[in-house]
């Protein structure tokens, strides 16, 4: 188990494995020091580069590998899985009557006026579910025993099929477990070494159809994930580690090696989950609670509200959604996950001429290899990055602090034999486009997902990270009509931090559904309470002491006869009748918010308990390990950088490792470091603070007239002397 919570844990180590690059971040808590690193992701074996990045960091720092305390890892393997059907051949077993659940799902269109609807492929092919008669009520009371010769019969039929995993999800098991955990003890003693995942364990909540999805999904992800981790343990002990392994969760927690080979698909947002728990730190940093959470790597882009200081959460998600915008065409996953959108919008992202002859991008990307044209690697096809090479966004001389020279020829070259040619454009207008459309499909989906909630993004700040997210920050910020920006230093292996900074903890949930006026409240609290001591148990074996452990309540709820719930908080303590006015208060005020309105005369129930328990989150001080070099003057040179609503405009190349507190200029400018580059836009406003953010201040600017070819005149706009406050 992890010892993040130990006094003993000195050095920490967060690696998150992307699509393009894996980041490595270093803190060591007795001298407050972070340092840095990024390398190509090397996706045959992805613990190449981990061990690679921790050699080398280690180094830099003047520590070795067996100085590390902790190890706190994500990874995008899971949702790639899944995405990518990778996974292992799985075999279901469920209630007689049920066998094509997977398959009838809700009945209902994600879009109705589409004629050709995909839908996505269930992750058990209908040859390998398999029934068995029992029967349970949704009062938890047996109505049919378990027949376990039909249990034996599906072990067979799943041994004559090569089956590597298995999911049981038999009905109302999350109101009793026990022929499920009866299924489980025949399945083992006929199919010894098959993992087996049972519905009520991973998710222990009414539904039976994202139940058994999850169960599914989780053991079509298992033997690979298991794999994985034992390899990559193995060859850290080889490498003299002698820490603990740690992985973060989709809720934003931190859990241990075993928990997470057990229940591998609460790994599945671990990389985006670790981007938004950074957010919400540098929310706290920054003092400025309400942000949009923009992460821009080399594959995708993801979006997260911080509100208050916290990410959005859900208890459900949705993997592999065949149309990328639309609720109900993926697979349904009930997880406790923090609440983002992610789109194919990244560094990577190819761009092509489709059947209709229009200019498209992503959300295939080049990944690291062979990764965009610029890179040299053997890609041939333009990215989002060759094009931003091409606008002057990026340098072809320090791309990773110098260690890579960009191929800005061969970039031209691809542009034009891909893109500009079959359009009859020039490479520059060509160029320009894909930078369009690719920050026009994240306006699109930020948007999309802020008003889902009913919120106007305008009110938020944009916190950009991501290697490629400073990059086009400028860009989406106006779109969006945000009016400040925040970047950190570092921003290009921010979610690398994310793993520092995130807290042990656990979450768990239990469906006992009914009326709220009629509920039982003394089983209320007898499941609160074991909840409450499964988690302190979990958490004491990381090494959080008890008494520091805190605990949040919650029960989803809803008007009798509607679908869907809405959670609601749960006092502390012991609950009683009396709690029942309170909780239906509470949802009434709530659903109001949400939809504008209250209904009155209609019945309130409950039905999903759920509690969120969390440790002391690890005190990391923002202490980069850069070049000392701030007397040196920030001033690199300049060149000439694109803007839509300017044209071409000489802007200052401004060293970042040069900016001290309390600097202040204005843009244009093109800020450099060595894991990423921020655009700031001309007559933009830029602020260095105490921590090192860039805080910059967006500004309206005129276009300029036109030149011939529809593009604005080029300008020499020169940016101001960077000053002190």
């Not at 579910?129 to 349970?136: C, D, P």
């Not at 298991?226 to 859990?255: H, I, K, P, Q, V």
């Not at 406790?336 to 194919?344: A, F, K, Q, S």
């Amino acid at each position: 188990m992890s010892n993040v919570g130990s006094e003993t844990c000195k050095v920490r180590t967060g690696v998150d494995v992307g699509g393009t690059f894996t980041d490595l971040v270093l803190v060591d808590q007795n001298t407050g020091k972070i340092f840095l690193g990024k390398r190509l992701t090397t996706h045959a074996d992805p613990s190449r580069a981990i061990l690679g990045g921790l050699e080398r960091i280690a180094k830099e720092s003047g520590r070795s590998i067996e100085s590390v305390d902790d190890l706190v890892h994500g990874t995008t393997l899971v949702t790639n899985t899944i995405i990518e059907r990778r996974g292992a051949k799985v075999g279901l077993l469920t209630t007689r009557g049920f066998r094509d659940s997977l398959e009838l799902g809700k009945e209902i269109r994600h879009d109705r006026h589409d004629l050709f609807l995909r839908r996505p492929e269930p992750l058990v092919c209908r040859r390998l579910r398999q029934e068995a008669g029992e029967r349970i009520n949704a009062a938890g009371e047996i109505l049919l025993e378990l027949e376990e010769a039909s249990v034996r019969a599906a072990a067979q039929e799943f041994k004559a099929n090569d089956v590597e995993a298995i999911a049981v999800c038999f009905l109302h098991s999350y109101a009793n477990a026990v022929h499920e955990e009866r299924a489980r003890q025949i399945l083992q003693s006929e199919l010894p070494g098959v993992p087996i995942t049972l519905s009520h364990e991973i998710s222990p909540e009414i539904r039976e159809y994202e139940r058994a999805n999850t169960a599914c999904a989780n053991a079509y992800v298992q033997p690979m994930m298991n794999r994985y981790l034992t390899r990559l343990d193995s060859r850290l002990r080889e490498a003299a580690f002698a820490g603990s392994l740690s992985l973060m969760l989709s809720g934003g927690g931190l859990t241990g090696i075993e928990a997470a080979e057990a229940q591998p698909i609460h790994l599945i947002e671990s990389g985006p989950a670790a981007g938004a728990t950074a957010a919400a730190f540098y929310s706290r940093i920054t003092q400025i609670p309400d942000l949009i959470s923009f992460d821009m790597g080399g594959t995708t882009a993801k979006m997260c509200l911080i509100e208050a200081g916290q990410p959005e959460r859900s208890n459900q998600f949705e993997a592999a959604r065949v149309s990328r915008f639309q609720k109900g065409s993926g697979l349904p996953l009930k997880i406790p996950v923090i609440d983002l959108i992610e789109i194919g919008a990244g560094g990577g992202s190819i761009a092509r001429i489709d059947q209709m002859g229009l200019l498209k991008v992503g959300p295939q990307s080049a990944g690291s290899e062979p990764g965009p044209v610029c890179y040299g690697r053997g890609g041939r096809r333009p990215t989002v990055t060759d094009a931003d090479l091409v606008l002057g966004y990026l340098s072809p001389t320090y791309f990773l602090g110098g260690e890579m020279e960009l191929d800005i020829d061969a970039v031209q070259r691809a542009l034009h034999e891909h893109v500009a040619a079959p359009l009859n454009i020039d490479v520059l207008q060509a160029a320009i486009g894909i930078r369009r459309i690719v920050d026009e499909n994240m306006a699109a989906a930020t948007r999309m997902y802020i008003a889902e909630k009913g919120r106007d993004p305008r009110r938020y700040a944009l916190l950009a990270f991501g290697g490629a997210g400073p990059v086009h920050a400028h860009s989406l910020a106006k779109l969006l009509g945000v009016k400040r920006v925040v970047v950190p230093l570092g921003a290009g292996v921010m979610s690398a931090l994310g793993f520092l900074v995130a807290a042990p903890a656990i979450n768990l949930a239990r469906s006992y559904a009914g009326r709220v006026a009629d509920l039982d409240w003394q089983r209320v609290n007898a499941l609160l309470e074991a909840m409450e001591q499964e988690a302190s148990r979990f958490l004491t074996r990381s090494g959080i002491a008890s008494e520091a452990i805190g605990f949040r309540r919650c029960v989803d709820m809803r008007h009798l006869g509607q679908g869907f719930e809405i959670p609601v908080d749960v006092p502390d303590g012991i609950l009683d009748a009396r709690t029942a006015d309170m909780l239906g208060g509470s949802f009434r005020k709530a659903y109001e918010i949400r939809f504008g309105r209250s209904i009155a005369g209609i019945a309130i129930e409950a039905l999903t308990w759920r509690l969120a328990a969390v440790g002391p989150a690890p005190e990391v001080s923002l202490q980069f390990s850069a070049p000392d070099r701030v007397e040196a003057g920030p001033h690199k040179g300049s060149r000439m950088v694109y803007f839509p609503e300017t044209g071409f405009v000489t802007a200052d190349v401004l060293d970042r490792y040069r900016l001290g507190p309390g600097m202040r200029f204005e843009g244009p400018a093109v800020v450099e470091e060595r894991e990423s580059t921020t655009i700031i836009g001309p007559h933009c406003k830029a602020e260095v603070d105490a921590s090192l953010n860039l805080i910059i201040n967006i500004a309206e600017v005129p276009r300029q007239r036109s030149d011939a070819s529809g593009e604005p005149a080029p300008s020499t706009v020169k940016i101001k002397e960077v000053s002190r406050v």
